[in-house]
Structures are given as C-alpha cells and as structure tokens.
C-alpha cells in the first residue's frame, strides 16, 4: 500500500497539468495566513466516487471527466493508505499533501463524504475553506428534499451559487 501512495503521489507530482504558477491572492473572509489560488474542488461519495467537481481557476489541471473521476477516486483511495499506515489509531487518514506544484486539503464529513482542494502551493487556511464548502453542503444539498445521498450534486442550485459567491470573494479582493 505505502508503495502505491507513493506512485500516485509521483505521478500527480511529475503531471504538467497539476504544475500552475504562483500568485497571491488578497484576504479570505477566514483570515488565512497567507493566500494562494483556488484550483479544484472534488467531493466524494462514501464509496470513493465523484460526486461534485468544480474547477476555480483557469490554472487547474484542465481534465476530462474521465480524468476527473479516476484523480478523485484516487484521492480517495490516498487517503484510505494514509489512515491504514498510520502509526495511532483511530487516525484520520491524510488532510494534506504537498508537492511541488500544489496542495491538495482533504476533509472527511461525519457522514463519510470526501471533500479535496486543490490550491496553489502558497495557500493557506484550506481547512478552513473546506469546512465552509462543509457548511454550505450540509445546508444546500443535505437538506434538499430530491437529493438521494451518494448521488452527484446538481450544478446550478444554491449550492453552486454560495460556493461561486465565496470564491468570487476570494478572487475580488485580490
């Protein structure tokens, strides 16, 4: 296991997609300490498969869905190796992994739903920004009477809107 964590981080580390330039952004409503940019948001259902995805910045790794399923389920799978191999338990599995080229945050719901974000190597506060995404899906697709759990997230709704609204604070006080 320990050796496939590592080729899956290598081959995230040596993809030219997941390289972006670095820039910094202005203050968060959640004062990080220092700011980098937004890539990607991926969620998960409790089986490992993508639910959600939403790229924010026009330096993401631009993926096809295929892609995009296979590096969340990916994520996933990472995380699960983290958790086995660590040494205390119960243990949380990965919450961040850094590369030369990225972060990715990840956040594990109490309902086992899988939250990853991917930021600039410079972000700051991601764990921050992802209980907020935590917030905003409890509110808007949890509480939604048509959404059956470990479904995909219908793009568009509330919970889009909030989760543009957010970033787009992000990005106007830049």
């Known amino acids: 296991p320990l050796a496939a964590a590592r080729e899956a ?3 995230l580390e040596d993809d030219p997609r997941c390289r972006t330039s670095t820039w910094t952004a202005s ?8 700011e980098g940019n937004l890539l990607s948001l991926y969620i998960n259902n409790r089986a490992g498969g993508l639910i959600f ?12 869905t295929n892609e995009q399923m296979q590096l969340a389920s990916t994520f996933s799978g990472l995380a699960l190796i983290m958790g086995q191999l660590a040494p205390s338990r119960p243990s949380s599995g990965m919450q961040l992994l850094e590369a ?3 972060l990715l945050q990840s956040f594990d ?10 930021a600039e190597p410079d972000a700051k506060g991601l764990d921050l920004v992802l209980r907020e995404v935590y917030t905003y899906y409890a509110d808007y697709v949890l509480k939604n009477p048509f959404y059956e759990m470990d479904m995909p997230i219908q793009k568009g709704g509330k919970f889009c809107q909030k989760l543009d609204r957010m970033v787009a604070q992000v990005q106007d006080r830049r």
Do not use: E, Q, W
């Open 9 to 11: 981080v290598a081959v």
């Open 27 to 34: 203050t968060m409503a959640y004062r990080p300490a220092r």
């Open 53 to 64: 995805h939403r790229d924010f910045s026009p330096n993401a790794a631009k993926l096809d």
């Open 100 to 102: 030369d080229g990225f």
């Open 109 to 118: 719901s109490p309902t086992g739903i899988k939250f990853f974000l991917t």
